[in-house]
């Protein structure tokens, strides 16, 4: 791949970006409330990336509306590959959540695999045997939907004045949430989800382990939320970080930094007045 391609494959990437929330965010709306916005956010983006590799400007098919068909299907797919998920492993997924939430704080750092298995009293092979689990099941039931296609599932529709300028607010904040990651937690972020590179080939060029950038991916994907909530749904933080503590001291540079990416109006800038992204 040429520089230039790869050029205009970001570009196609970055500037669509706000189609993958719109289009999660409408389907998030005929889930039940359990189903993890995350997983659909992650295949959403895999789709994305692979439709601006994929896409041929001399077919004469916008690149949006050829984004938006991939995407759906990528995320009824998602969907379809989830399974049930029982109390047990809920419980299970949370104890990990709130002992990797507690070791952060202690250590100022991301505990490796084998510290929170220690932590948790287990092995390390059923931590990981854990979190296959989680990523697996979904409380979710298909059953629950009328058969049909991707349209069918997720209908347009539009939202009202007050829905619409929330929702492009969102869209303007996660892309200052991006920008103000630290350098190498966004590296992390471009590669996997923008530019769809294997874990093996990032490790690779940052020096580090598999198993470390998964930690990256997961560090950068929870600074994301609390970044977005810190804005936007202040009353949902939660997690035991300690007040004036190192990890809390960076949470608060991040969040600052976001906010001084721009204002109200920078934000709403990213998107057309219905929510779009401006190429489409």
């Not at 409408?26 to 959403?44: F, K, N, T, W, Y």
């Not at 029982?86 to 695999?113: F, H, I, N, Y």
Request: proline letters at 5%; one cysteine or more; hydrophobic letters at 40%.
């Amino acid at each position: 791949m040429t520089t230039s391609t790869a050029v205009d494959t970001e570009s196609l990437v970055r500037s669509h970006l706000p189609l993958v929330g719109h289009l999660v965010r409408e389907m998030l709306g005929r889930l039940p409330a359990h189903v993890a916005r995350e997983d659909l956010i992650s295949a959403g983006m895999a789709a994305l990336a692979g439709a601006a590799k994929s896409f041929d400007p001399d077919r004469g098919i916008p690149f949006g509306s050829f984004a938006t068909q991939r995407i759906r299907g990528a995320l009824l797919d998602e969907l379809r590959g989830l399974d049930w998920a029982s109390r047990s492993v809920r419980s299970r997924a949370r104890r990990v959540e709130t002992a990797q939430q507690e070791l952060t704080a202690k250590l100022g750092r991301t505990p490796t695999p084998a510290e929170l298995a220690a932590s948790l009293g287990v092995a390390v092979d059923e931590l990981k045997s854990i979190d296959d689990d989680v990523r697996r099941a979904v409380v979710l039931s298909l059953q629950g939907f009328t058969a049909g296609s991707a349209e069918d599932l997720v209908p347009e529709r539009t939202a009202g004045p007050e829905d619409l300028i929330l929702h492009r607010e969102r869209i303007g904040y996660l892309h200052h949430a991006v920008s103000a990651l630290p350098e190498r937690l966004r590296r992390v972020v471009q590669a996997y989800f923008f530019d769809e590179r294997p874990m093996s080939d990032i490790a690779a060029e940052l020096g580090v382990t598999e198993s470390r950038i998964s930690q990256l991916r997961a560090e950068a994907l929870i600074l994301l939320r609390d970044g977005l909530n810190n804005h936007l749904d202040p009353e949902v933080l939660d997690g035991p970080v300690r007040v004036g503590g190192c990890v809390a001291r960076r949470r608060e540079a991040y969040y600052a930094q976001i906010a001084a990416q721009g204002d109200l109006t920078s934000r709403l800038s990213m998107t057309t007045p219905l929510g779009l992204p401006h190429s489409a």
